[in-house]
């Protein structure tokens, strides 16, 4: 099962992963600010991230630098309402899985996930970790 931690702050687009992605079978958590993703990262382990780019008036590639920081196996995924050539090469540079444009089809949401998920066991398995 895949953990995964879904940041946004619109309430609709957090309700429609986390029923998307549970339904697949994962377990989601979600956090619908900067802050509470902030506390959500620091006591729990991620397999994969998934960040809106603004977030109460924050850019959310500064949580995704956080991520990539405290969890180096978790795969992050930026999306974006407002995409850009500018945001989607800042996030490469941050080793972003991936970058999604809102609104997101559920197929590619699943199909993301499911590669990312996967990209996150392969690290655990370089590194000797095991997500707990």
């Known amino acids: 099962m895949t953990r995964i931690l879904v940041v946004d702050d619109e309430e ?3 309700f429609s992963f986390n029923r998307i992605l549970t339904d697949a079978g994962h377990e989601v958590m979600v956090a619908n600010s900067y802050h509470n993703a902030q ?7 991620f397999d994969v991230a998934l960040v809106d780019r603004i ?3 924050r850019n959310g590639m500064e949580l995704v630098g956080h991520i990539v920081k405290t969890q180096p196996c978790c795969s992050t995924v930026l999306f974006s309402a407002y995409p850009s050539f500018q945001s989607a090469s800042e996030g490469f540079r941050h080793n972003l899985f991936a970058y999604l444009t809102k ?4 197929a590619d949401l699943c199909t993301i996930v499911e590669q990312a998920g996967r990209t996150s ?3 655990r398995l370089t590194r000797g970790l095991e997500i707990q």
Do not use: Q
């Open 12 to 14: 609709s687009i957090c």
């Open 39 to 45: 506390t959500l990262i620091a006591t729990n382990e």
């Open 55 to 57: 977030l109460d008036n």
């Open 103 to 106: 609104p997101v089809k559920k």
């Open 121 to 123: 066991s392969k690290r």
